[in-house]
């Protein structure tokens, strides 16, 4: 079992910066590939953000491409989320998410994903 707690998030102007972090427990992620999704009501959870368990491999969604950064740190058990130039549409409950896997590779759908965080909120005002 891994446990996922995810925090950083909150209220910010349109182009300003927020810090997601997602702590692990249980379980060293060094085995795990990690994600970020997020999700409005209403709408389907959508990929974001996903790294490779070594952390040499990332990729990002269209929508945020340029602008948000993931990484992780397996000594620390934590992933993170950089955000830049955040914008309105931006607003959403961000989730981490974590799949073991034996592979280097990145998933970037939901249901591969076995273990979620809590979720934390986003606002962005113009």
């Known amino acids: 079992q891994v446990q996922l707690v995810d925090s950083g998030g909150g209220l910010v102007q349109a182009g300003g910066s927020l810090r997601l972090s997602c702590a692990a427990s249980g379980r060293t992620l060094s085995s795990y590939a990690m994600g970020w999704f997020r999700q409005t009501p209403g709408k389907e959870r959508e990929f974001v953000a996903g790294i490779s368990k070594r952390g040499d491999r990332t990729q990002n969604s269209d929508s945020v491409k340029g602008r948000f950064t993931i990484s992780r740190d397996n000594a620390k058990n934590t992933v993170y989320l950089q955000m830049n130039s955040l914008k309105p549409e931006d607003t959403a409950v961000y989730y981490c998410?974590?799949?073991?896997?034996?592979?280097?590779?990145?998933?970037?759908?939901?249901?591969?994903?076995?273990?979620w965080g809590q979720g934390t909120q986003v606002t962005v005002s113009s």
């Open positions: 998410a974590s799949v073991w896997t034996a592979l280097n590779t990145i998933f970037t759908t939901a249901r591969r994903y076995d273990y």
